[in-house]
């Protein structure tokens, strides 16, 4: 039987807490009585991470591992728990056992209430205030306020997704804490929830104050992609407005002083000008290029859904048609 659950679960030098981390799992999913497996993803350990992970799945048959060469990061790890992952809903948590498994139960009842992605909301934060959680209050309002998908606590890693929408969202960098905001484009249904939330009792923290930057820049990403999407010609014409304005008032006023004087052409300002107004016309035909795309895949959606005799009733949703 395919498991119903996958639960993928990135290490990184967490030697105190994987076999912890496993029992917890086990304790929490078993008396649900439910079809599930663990992906534990090494990356690249520098500890006896990955040998006690082996050691598990040897003794577990429901436990899978997954390693990495050298340490690329969480987001990384998760993407590739994520990929090789075969349950129909997958949870995401941390290895340090700050997350606790415990929890996975409400994210279930919520996905079976016909919700595409929970999120969890660590209310009662056991970090330290200045480095993680004043940065992290900041983070997530500019994240909400930036794609206008106003979630508490992007920064949480227990989360569950469909399988079938989680799996066509691309994650590098910091990605992993903005899946809601990317996966808003295809309208899911997204739920928070309260989740608990333990001190770290083993081991090193891997986060800090140098993480701020990859994520505004992520975001940066994010809402370029969120806003040009639907409309790109509108959003890449109010680009090539300003260069627009600018290329026209260079090359008006270099008209203007040769025509109205004995002066030469002022050829610096007039090359400028003509440079502003080339590069405005480029951001426009960009946008046109990005219609042209957008309409062509909404094109082909709807011939596959003709040949293939369904039809897309809500977003995120396909039906049989009879």
């Not at 590098?172 to 808003?184: G, T």
């Not at 969120?226 to 008032?249: D, H």
């Not at 090359?271 to 016309?281: A, E, H, P, R, T």
């Amino acid at each position: 039987m395919p498991p119903k659950v996958s639960i993928v679960v990135p290490f990184y030098n967490e030697e105190d807490n994987i076999q912890r981390m496993h029992a917890a799992i086990v304790a929490a999913i078993e008396p649900l009585r439910l079809p599930f497996e663990m992906v534990l993803v090494d990356d690249g350990s520098k500890d006896r991470t990955l040998v006690l992970a082996e050691q598990i799945a040897q003794q577990d048959p429901r436990v899978r591992v997954v390693q990495f060469r050298r340490n690329y990061g969480q987001t990384p790890a998760m993407a590739a728990g994520i990929q090789v992952a075969t349950g129909e809903v997958i949870i995401t948590m941390d290895g340090d056992l700050q997350n606790d498994p415990a929890d996975i139960q409400q994210f279930l009842a919520k996905i079976d209430a016909g919700y595409d992605i929970v999120v969890g909301w660590r209310h009662n934060r056991q970090d330290k205030l200045v480095s993680r959680k004043i940065p992290s209050k900041i983070a997530n309002w500019l994240i909400g306020k930036a794609t206008g998908v106003p979630i508490k606590d992007n920064g949480c890693s227990l989360k569950a997704y469909r399988a079938s929408l989680i799996k066509e969202i691309p994650l590098y960098s910091e990605m992993h804490r903005f899946i809601p905001a990317v996966a808003s484009i295809a309208g899911p249904r997204i739920a928070e929830i309260k989740v608990r939330h333990h001190a770290r009792q083993f081991g090193q923290s891997k986060y800090g104050l140098s993480r701020i930057y990859k994520v505004l820049l992520d975001l940066m990403v994010i809402k370029t992609v969120a806003s040009f999407t639907a409309r790109p010609l509108l959003w890449f014409t109010l680009l090539s407005l300003p260069f627009g304005f600018a290329g026209l008032a260079a090359v008006g006023y270099s008209l203007w002083r040769w025509m109205g004087s004995d002066q030469p052409l002022a050829l610096p300002i007039a090359g400028s000008g003509v440079i502003f107004l080339m590069s405005s016309l480029i951001l426009v035909l960009g946008g046109v290029l990005g219609e042209m795309i957008y309409a062509l895949g909404d094109m082909r959606e709807d011939q596959f859904a003709r040949l293939t005799g369904r039809v897309s009733r809500e977003p995120g949703r396909v039906e049989e048609r009879r």
